[in-house]
């Protein structure tokens, strides 16, 4: 079937109206962002709302800035082209430009949003894996008020979100140490309580990177992960020669983060793996301890995409590769430059 039923069409003109437009047409409603998921879903008849909300028109929602706590804060709207462009994104958190970089094809990137990649929920989503691995925050608004919630929780099975049926996912917060340079870090409230070290622990020299592999160029992952490393930031982190830190010294990790897609990871994390990271050395020896709890701790199931082995295997190596990136982008390192 590549028809849609029939649909009522709604143009909201605020977040104001759209949560109007929710109450007012119930739970068979449907916002419409870039429309690359839910109107494909629409003709297979997967989906069948009854009114569509077209959100498009909400220009509060489409921005990329700096919060008043020094947080980076991404607007629901965001087009995943807008992301990619950014050189305030790109510059703190290489690890979405990375990731955005192999979303889909120019077309769906110019056009699909941040928030409708987030609220769809597919298990082999991307930037879930990367904001779970940055810890970020969801930002998400009912006619009760604004809510946040930790991305870690933001997922509650495949296709499914804590978002509910009158509320809109609003905004994507993730928190930085006031600094520049690249020394940044988890702070902000709360940071310790989401598993990143508390910002007075800091500074921290943090580096992240994302690793995906695809059938083609444009695809869904097979298997992806994303990694973010917060070194502490002492004598030892600095990037002299001969080593991951001075001389003969491997840099301290505060906390890692580590997102997995596509493998069955729950809630896009690999805890385990981050757990046995977290106040040790970087090398290379922790690494592999860290790819391979990242491998025996994912759930991935055999598809077109490839088997259960071979996806196990990338979960892995991705997880190593992300991590040995992050760490070179930390200490301001070429690729693969241990000294
Ligand atoms: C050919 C193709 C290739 C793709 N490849 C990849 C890929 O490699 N990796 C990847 O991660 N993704 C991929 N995608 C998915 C793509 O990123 C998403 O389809 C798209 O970005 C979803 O965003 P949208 O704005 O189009 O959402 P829509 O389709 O408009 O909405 C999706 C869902 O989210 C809800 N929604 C939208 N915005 C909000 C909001 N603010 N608050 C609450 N609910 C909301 C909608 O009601 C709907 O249920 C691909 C898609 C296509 C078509």
Same mark, same amino acid.
């Given at each position: 079937m590549q028809v849609p039923a029939q649909v009522e069409y709604e143009r909201a003109t605020s977040v104001g109206h759209a949560l109007e437009l929710l109450a007012r047409f119930g739970p068979q409603a449907r916002l419409l962002a870039g429309g690359h998921s839910l109107i494909p879903m629409m003709k297979l008849r997967l989906a069948q709302p009854e009114t569509l909300i077209d959100i498009?028109?909400?220009?509060?929602?489409s921005f990329i800035e700096r919060g008043a706590a020094g947080e980076l804060r991404i607007g629901a709207l965001t087009r995943h082209a807008e992301l990619l462009d950014s050189a305030l994104a790109g510059t703190l958190f290489p690890i979405l430009a990375d990731a955005e970089r192999v979303i889909a094809d120019p077309i769906v990137r110019n056009w699909g949003t941040i928030g409708g990649s987030l609220c769809q /929920?597919?298990?082999?989503?991307?930037l879930s894996a990367v904001f779970a691995a940055l810890r970020a925050t969801m930002v998400i608004r009912g006619a009760e008020g604004v809510r946040t919630v930790p991305a870690r929780s933001f997922h509650t099975a495949p296709y499914e979100?804590?978002?509910?049926? @009158?509320?809109?996912?609003t905004e994507i917060q993730i928190a930085i140490a006031p600094g520049?340079?690249?020394?940044?870090?988890?702070?902000?409230?709360?940071a310790a309580a989401r598993g990143?070290? /508390? @910002?007075?622990a800091g500074p921290f020299l943090m580096g992240s990177a994302y690793e995906k592999v695809m059938?083609?160029?444009?695809?869904?992952?097979?298997g992806a992960a994303g990694a973010v490393l917060w070194l502490a930031a002492g004598p030892a982190a600095a990037? /002299? @020669?001969?080593?991951?830190?001075?001389p003969g010294v491997a840099c301290t990790i505060a906390a890692a983060g580590i997102g997995l897609s596509a493998v069955g990871a729950r809630n896009f994390v690999a805890a385990e793996a981050e757990g046995s990271l977290r106040?040790?050395? @970087?090398?290379e020896e922790a690494f592999a301890i860290a790819g391979d709890l990242a491998a025996a701790n994912c759930r991935p199931v055999s598809d077109l995409r490839g088997p259960t082995d071979y996806k196990r295997h990338l979960a892995r190596e991705l997880t190593i590769r992300a991590l040995r990136t992050a760490l070179d982008r930390a200490l301001g390192r070429a690729p693969g430059q241990d000294g």
């Open positions: 498009n028109g909400l220009s509060e929602l /929920a597919d298990p082999s989503e991307d979100t804590v978002v509910g049926p @009158a509320e809109i996912l520049t340079g690249g020394l940044g870090g988890p702070g902000g409230p709360g990143g070290p /508390a @910002a007075e059938r083609r160029v444009g695809d869904w992952p097979v990037p /002299a @020669a001969g080593g991951t830190g001075g106040g040790g050395p @970087a090398t």
